[in-house]
């Protein structure tokens, strides 16, 4: 298992990083590359026009939700952003 694993890692360029970085410190510019990635999707997401925004003069007028749905919504995307948070910090045990 070992070697497939070491097998990945060096078709991926990390093994070249441990004479630079020791240990886990190696994998972290993998990690920071993803993290680039993740913002610019985030990035491109937020430039994409909405195209239910857009209304042209014959289209119908939406009903507005109901009170307190989009405050509901907004806590429960928290709450599930302090999920993922919470599972990503008890992912990462220094030392090891």
Same mark, same amino acid.
């Given at each position: 298992?070992r070697s497939r ?5 060096? &078709? ?10 020791? /240990?886990?410190? %190696?994998?972290? $510019?993998?990690?920071?590359? @993803? ?10 997401? &937020? ?7 857009v209304r042209t003069? /014959?289209?119908? %007028?939406?009903? $507005?939700?109901?009170?307190? @749905? ?27």
């Amino acid at each position: 298992m070992r070697s497939r694993a070491w097998t990945v890692v060096s &078709l991926l360029g990390v093994s070249g990083l441990h004479t630079i970085l020791p /240990g886990a410190l %190696v994998y972290r $510019p993998l990690f920071l590359l @993803v993290a680039a990635g993740s913002l610019l999707c985030c990035a491109l997401t &937020l430039r994409t026009p909405d195209s239910e925004a857009v209304r042209t003069h /014959g289209s119908p %007028v939406a009903e $507005p939700a109901p009170d307190g @749905v989009e405050r509901r919504e907004n806590r429960l995307v928290l709450r599930l952003m302090i999920a993922n948070m919470m599972n990503g910090a008890a992912s990462v045990r220094p030392g090891r």
